[in-house]
């Protein structure tokens, strides 16, 4: 059963932040958040994960609510190779389990 | 740097034959994650592995069968192949030390298409 819930769609004007939110209101205290985005029919590709402080990579930032209950993806200047499906797994880390792919958001990023 | 490699990239097969998908994860990685995805749909989790052992099993039909190999790669088997097997066929790898480096990285896939 699906762990996270996400907005179906969303538009993100180019050059802009988009912010990609997900609510995870059942996250165990061990499991971390994921983020993954698929470019048409190309391979997952990982963007960022964490626990409870906020992450920030080259690709995105990570913003998780104190609860862990929601946390939103921020991609800082959005191009329109970020246009893609973008997905938050819930997980345990550190083991071999599955990463669940929800219906994700799938992101269209306009000129 | 070296990415997860998968082969063949494209299989046509008819009905009721077999097929082997091939996989060949990231050095040092040995945990391995075969996924199937149907035309608009989302990513679906067949199986996994962990140093040569099943580690989690999805919704993988008793038609498929699965083993990772000493040298860590991984093979799907998928026999008397019906019509609706026709997917992109995902495999990924990890090296789940820490928990701050336990993402696993994806192929490119396997598109088979079943005639």
């Known amino acids: 059963d699906a762990k996270t819930t996400q907005p179906p769609s969303m538009d993100c004007a180019e050059g802009r932040a988009a912010n990609l939110p997900c609510n995870h209101s059942t996250i165990s205290g061990n499991e971390y958040v994921y983020w993954y985005r698929q470019i048409h029919s190309q391979g997952p590709q990982y963007i960022i994960h964490?626990?409870?402080n906020n992450e920030t990579n080259e690709m995105a930032s990570l913003i998780i609510t104190e609860d862990r209950k929601s946390s939103t993806l921020i991609l800082p200047h959005a191009t329109l190779r970020d246009t893609a499906v973008y997905y938050c797994?819930?997980?345990?880390?550190?083991?071999?389990?599955?990463?669940?792919f929800g219906t994700g958001t799938s992101l269209t990023v306009i000129p | 740097a070296a990415g997860v490699i998968q082969s063949p990239r494209h299989l046509i097969k008819e009905k009721r034959e077999t097929a082997t998908l091939k996989c060949y994860p990231i050095p040092r990685h040995d945990t391995v994650y075969w996924y199937q995805q149907g035309p608009g749909q989302d990513p679906q989790f067949l199986i996994s592995f962990y140093e040569k052992m099943q580690s989690d099993k999805g919704s993988i039909p008793d038609r498929f069968s699965a083993q990772q190999f000493s040298d860590y790669h991984s093979e799907l088997n998928m026999s008397s192949l019906e019509l609706g097997d026709s997917a992109l066929y995902f495999c990924?790898?990890?090296?789940?030390?820490?928990?701050?480096?336990?993402?696993?990285?994806f192929g490119q896939g396997t598109r088979l298409t079943v005639v």
């Open positions: 990924a790898s990890s090296y789940p030390r820490g928990p701050m480096n336990t993402e696993a990285f």
């Open positions: 797994i819930v997980r345990v880390a550190n083991t071999g389990n599955q990463f669940y």
């Open positions: 964490g626990l409870k």
